[in-house]
């Protein structure tokens, strides 16, 4: 098996960028893709193939890779973006998440 | 447009079988473009996936359930269920069912969601 490390927290405030980190050996050689959650919501995909954005997704929301670290950026965060963000990935036929992060936008 | 949507009971007693199923509308299940998953979510806590299924019946389960897990479809209902079998506290959570696009593994239409609690 393997493990996706991300922050549990990171906080910004309005129109400040945002940037969440998604460490793991598994990220060297698959894609991530990210999810944003809101309470009591159904997760929406905002980022697949690290960084290709699903249509009706903002524009200020972009992905990227590094290595074993890939990073959700959100440029000019807004009070809407506040929410849990997940990533994930895919590989051997078994999916994992990451533990989540909680985006405080204040 | 797509929709999904989880049934079942929202009880389940300890060591019995939770047995969820999710109708598909707005598109058909027998697309080979696409395949069917499920994922749990604890009460506050973080996303688990539980696994998927292609519309020709293929498989795959997340390892650490695979013993007790069974994902089947129903293409003549546009359906696809999940029984989990021996269930305890810890299998208490909201149980979504979702469209996973092949080319990118991406999981890109959810139901949304159905709590199950398991106790006496």
């Known amino acids: 098996s393997y493990e996706l490390t991300q922050p549990s927290s990171v906080s910004v405030s309005p129109g400040q960028t945002a940037r969440i980190t998604c460490s793991g050996d598994?990220?060297?050689?698959?894609?991530a893709r990210w999810f944003q959650q809101k309470p009591g919501q159904a997760p929406v995909l905002v980022i697949y193939?690290?960084?290709e954005r699903p249509s009706g997704i903002p524009e200020r929301f972009s992905g990227s890779s590094s290595g074993t670290t890939v990073t959700l950026t959100i440029s000019g965060a807004q009070v809407e973006d506040e929410a849990d963000y997940y990533c994930?990935?895919?590989?051997?036929?078994?999916?994992?998440f990451g533990g989540g992060t909680k985006l405080t936008v204040l | 447009q797509l929709q999904l949507q989880e049934s079942g009971p929202g009880l389940v007693k300890p060591s019995e079988t939770l047995s969820l199923t999710c109708t598909v509308s707005?598109?058909?299940?027998?697309?080979?473009?696409?395949?069917w998953g499920w994922i749990r979510q604890p009460p506050g806590k973080g996303l688990e996936w539980i696994g998927s299924?292609?519309?020709?019946?293929?498989?795959y389960y997340n390892p650490s359930l695979k013993s007790r897990v069974t994902i089947s479809v129903d293409t003549s209902k546009n359906q696809f269920s999940l029984r989990l079998s021996s269930v305890t506290a810890a299998d208490t959570a909201v149980y979504y069912c979702?469209?996973?696009?092949?080319?990118?593994?991406?999981?890109?239409?959810w139901g949304q969601g159905t709590l199950v609690t398991v106790s006496s």
């Open positions: 979702a469209r996973v696009v092949v080319a990118a593994t991406s999981y890109d239409y």
């Open positions: 707005g598109g058909s299940i027998s697309s080979s473009s696409y395949y």
């Open positions: 299924i292609y519309y020709s019946g293929s498989t």
């Open positions: 598994v990220l060297a050689k698959k894609y």
């Open positions: 193939k690290d960084s």
């Open positions: 994930y990935s895919a590989a051997d036929n078994n999916v994992v």
